[in-house]
Every structure is written in C-alpha cells, then in structure tokens.
C-alpha cells in the first residue's frame, strides 16, 4: 500500500484567462518492501540507504515505484532526466521517496463576484494502470498536505485545503484516487486600485460638470465626454484580464452602472443646454457678459442662478441643473453602498 505523506505546496500560480491553476512542490510516497530488507552488521549498522539524482538512478531503476499521477492534468512538464526525487531505503524495507511535482490542472472559476469570491479548485491523483484492488494509497493523516510555506500569485490566498479518497471508474476500470480541494479566495485590491477608483473619478469629474455655468455648454458636454472615454477604456482593460463569462460578474454590473452614471451626465448637459436656448415669449435672450464657467473671473463673479431672461426654458435648466447637483451623487453614494455590501 502506498501512503502519501507530508506532500508540501510551494508554489500557486493561476491563469486567470486560461482557468488553470498551476501547483509546485514535493510529494513524499511511502511504502513497505519487505524484498528489499537488509541485516545491519556489528562493525557498522546501516540504517538506511538513501539515493538520489545520477548517483542511484541505476539502483532506483530497478525498485517499484507508486505510477502516481495528475488526472487532470492539461499540460505535462518534461522531466528531469536526471531526476528530480530521492529515495531513501530502510533496513526493515521501508521506502520514502520524494519527488518534485508540477502539476497543471485545470481549476473552473465562479466569476459572478469577481473581484470578490471563493474558488473550489481539485487535483486528483490516481495509478495510471493498477486498479483499486492492486494499489490503494492513501493520505498519511489529517494533516498530509503541508500548505503553511505556501506562496499564491498575486490577487490570490489559499484559505482551506481539504483531502480525501475514493474509489472511481477510469478507462471503464476501478481506481483508487487521491483529492485534493483547494478553497482559493481572491481579493480586490489590484482591481480596487486599478479599475475601481479610476471608475469613481471619472464618475466624479462627470458630476463637476453640473457647478459649471449653464450657458458653457461647451465645457460642460467636452468634460462629461472625456469622463465617458476615459471610462470606457478603463472598462475595456478590466475584460482584457478576466476570461469570457455566460453570466453577469459582479465587476460587470460595477463598471455598467459607472457608464451609466456618466451617460446620463451627459444626456443631462444636452437636455439643460436645449431648455436654456429656448426662446420667451415675446422677447429675445441677450447674451451674459459672464464666462461659461463657474469660475471667478477677475472682478466678475458669476451668477449661477441667473434668471433674468425670464423664458420658461431658462428657469427649467436651472432647476434640472440643481436637481441632478444632489440626486446625481446621492444615487451614486447608495449605489456603491448597495453593491459593496450585496457583493462583499
């Protein structure tokens, strides 16, 4: 019987395009031979023999070894032909023998809260030809998997690893397979720097756009335009990094409602801009000495709540400006409320 003890994790990296989860480390096998037991003599007892790279790859040929494999393997790593691995005999014919491992596995992700979110990912180990009644390894305790040196790539933590044994069908043959269950949690703190804030900002200049004088239509409409391009590539280098979902992601519905806030913005400053330009009855508008911004100006302070044209769609324009001046950051407030506690 083979007994897979102490198996140690160093390394996890994840393709996160690709939804393969790359693992480095050593696994240790060990076993009973009684063939290979040895008498220690009185000038100098030998405990054990120990072998390892060019020195014992003669003698480590001709001893049976556990073919203990990734299953699910999706990319082979070529092998050391001098080997990378250590096997250590007993006198009592106990064999320990310890191998780098790379495996590569695929690792299906649940993107519906990303950046947020925990991932299940599984490696399953299995003989390649001897059945379950042949060979049946098993894990060496509860604590079999040494994860505690573990390094994640960054944006990952490995917060609970789990292992386990089945008996199950392969090649239409019974096996016996070794599971390992590996709860990997993201963290959004590279998508928080890199797509987050810089949503929020160009949500923030959209809204600056309001304090600027009605009558700067230009200026209004060239801010709010550059605050949507400038959000809509930001959006665009989000999806560049995550792979292709058939279901709305939490960064989705981020991003979606940012553009959205940022469009209305914009629909909000043509909307202003016409009512303002339309004319009174009976009378015809005369143009402001003031700037088109909201800006002190030398002497000139101007006047936002300036109504002295008197036409109906000039009073309109104000008062839908000053409305979007509160309920426009009011919504966005309770949106980001709403959405860091729904997806958190």
Not at 191 to 212: D, E, Q, R, S
């Amino acid at each position: 019987m083979a007994e897979f003890k102490d198996p140690g994790l160093h390394h996890h990296h994840h393709h996160l395009l690709l939804q393969v989860l790359e693992l480095s480390g050593e696994l240790r096998q060990e076993w009973d031979d009684f063939n290979l037991r040895f008498p220690g003599t009185r000038a100098a007892v030998i405990d054990s023999i120990g072998l390892s790279g060019t020195s014992g790859q003669e003698i480590k040929g001709k001893v049976w070894r556990p073919d203990i494999t990734a299953s699910n393997e999706v990319q082979l790593k070529e092998r050391n032909p001098h080997g990378d691995d250590f096997l250590r005999i007993s006198s009592e014919g106990h064999l320990s023998w310890t191998q780098r491992v790379h495996y590569s596995f695929p690792c299906p992700l649940d993107l519906s809260g990303y950046p947020l979110g925990v991932h299940t990912c599984k490696l399953k180990l299995n003989s390649l030809g001897y059945f379950w009644n042949e060979l049946q390894p098993s894990w060496h305790g509860e604590g079999a998997m040494d994860h505690s040196n573990v390094m994640m790539s960054h944006g990952y933590e490995l917060s609970v690893v789990k292992t386990s044994a089945e008996t199950v069908t392969l090649a239409h043959k019974p096996r016996r397979q070794l599971l390992v269950e590996m709860e990997i949690k993201s963290f959004s703190g590279w998508t928080v720097k890199h797509t987050v804030i810089p949503m929020i900002a160009t949500v923030t200049t959209a809204y600056l756009a309001f304090f600027i004088n009605i009558r700067g239509a230009c200026a209004r409409l060239i801010t709010c335009l550059m605050s949507l391009m400038t959000a809509a590539i930001f959006h665009e280098n989000t999806y560049r990094r995550v792979p292709q979902a058939g279901y709305t992601m939490a960064i989705e519905v981020f991003t979606g409602t940012c553009l959205t806030f940022i469009f209305v913005a914009t629909v909000e400053t043509v909307v202003v801009d016409v009512l303002s330009h339309l004319p009174g009855k009976g009378r015809r508008s005369t143009p402001s000495p003031h700037t088109s911004f909201a800006l002190e100006v030398g002497d000139q302070k101007p006047d936002l709540t300036d109504e002295r044209v008197g036409a109906r769609g000039h009073v309109a324009a104000i008062w839908l400006d000053r409305c979007f001046r509160v309920l426009y950051p009011a919504a966005f407030l309770a949106f980001n409320g709403v959405y860091w506690v729904l997806y958190n």
